[in-house]
């Protein structure tokens, strides 16, 4: 684990301190930089192929970039495409009312965290190495 991989980047432009901007500087200028950028969600990538357009860094010949729940409009139209993990609201919420009547039916049971996984919709975005 490297820490100095993982930034926190707010998309606030128009200040450059704990902005994207200074996020993506930062992995930019690592003497390893990375070869991939995972956003927290597609509209953060969308602020991120921006940030590499204007510094000239070619998505993904020379940085891969991946989103966060598959958000069509956003994945689909990007250029070149996003590669992004589905969020799948349906099954989180088809899961959660289960659990909840499974409550119902008996409050002393133990909840038991429950994983939802989302599938990652492979796209331009990344180069597969």
């Known amino acids: 684990f490297y820490p100095d991989l993982v930034?926190?980047?707010y998309p606030d432009f128009s200040n450059d301190s704990g902005s994207l901007i200074s996020a993506i500087l930062k992995l930019l200028s690592l003497p390893i930089p990375p070869t991939v950028i995972c956003c927290g969600n597609d509209e953060m990538a969308v602020r991120v192929y921006g940030i590499l357009r204007t510094r000239?860094?070619?998505v993904p010949k020379q940085v891969s970039?991946?989103?966060y729940d598959n958000h069509s409009a956003i994945a689909e139209t990007l250029f070149p495409p996003l590669t992004s993990?589905?969020?799948p609201y349906l099954r989180m919420g088809a899961m959660a009312a289960d659990l909840l009547f499974q409550y119902i039916e008996h409050?002393?049971?133990a909840v038991q965290p429950v994983k939802v996984v989302g599938e990652t919709i492979?796209?331009?975005s990344?180069?597969?190495k």
């Open 7 to 9: 930034q926190t980047g």
């Open 122 to 124: 492979w796209r331009q």
């Open 126 to 128: 990344v180069i597969n």
């Open 65 to 67: 970039v991946a989103g």
């Open 56 to 58: 000239g860094v070619r």
């Open 85 to 87: 993990t589905e969020l």
């Open 107 to 109: 409050p002393t049971g």
